[in-house]
């Protein structure tokens, strides 16, 4: 027999709007948290570096709908912006690459709220953050920060690493795509870990 959706009264919309503007402060607050303890990895320039911040985007993203996602990123680089040593381009980079991330895994997830959904959505997520961050590099983030570091200096941090890397191109693909991945990989097998225990929290459910 096919279930009729419960329609929501005002009150209950007001219930839920609210909590979900108090949770997306509180998951917010933790990326922007996140996203200070930043740090550096081996065989990565030092001006690349990892963090979890997508975790609770991530989080956002498959209990409250990609676009809770999309505003965790933007509140966490708004936040995070204030103490910048890149002169912002380092945040625009983060949102940009953390919407090309958690956006795609909601999107998913809302058409397959399941285990499997979770999975598949945190897997092509981070493939898309991956591929997308090489043209978003080459195409935006780069040529602004060329600004504070000129290009042949960029590109011979990562020579230093790689003596056989030519161009940013070849940079871009061989360092910044496979740890993008990787990046989103982690927050992704964190976030599915924890997501059942924390999803009745998320949506103020008793089960």
């Not at 056989?164 to 992704?188: D, E, H, Y």
Request: glycine share 6%; charged share 10%; net charge positive.
């Amino acid at each position: 027999m096919k279930q009729t959706k419960k329609i929501e009264s005002p009150s209950e919309k007001r219930v839920n709007h609210t909590r979900r503007m108090v949770m997306t402060a509180i998951l917010s607050a933790l990326s922007s948290v996140l996203m200070f303890f930043s740090f550096n990895v081996p065989l990565m320039p030092s001006f690349i570096k990892m963090d979890l911040s997508e975790l609770p985007a991530l989080i956002a993203a498959f209990s409250m709908g990609p676009v809770y996602g999309a505003i965790v990123c933007l509140v966490k680089n708004l936040v995070n912006v204030f103490s910048t040593t890149t002169g912002g381009v380092g945040e625009l980079s983060n949102f940009m690459l953390g919407v090309f991330f958690v956006v795609p895994a909601g999107i998913i997830y809302k058409m397959r709220p399941k285990f499997s959904g979770a999975v598949i959505g945190s897997i092509v997520g981070a493939a898309m953050m991956a591929v997308l961050s090489v043209f978003s590099n080459y195409y935006v983030v780069y040529p602004i920060y060329t600004a504070f570091m000129p290009m042949d200096a960029i590109i011979g941090m990562y020579q230093a690493i790689n003596p056989s890397v030519r161009n940013l191109w070849q940079c871009l693909l061989l360092f910044n795509m496979p740890f993008t991945f990787i990046k989103g990989m982690v927050s992704a097998v964190i976030t599915i870990a924890v997501y059942k225990k924390l999803t009745p929290l998320i949506n103020g459910k008793d089960n």
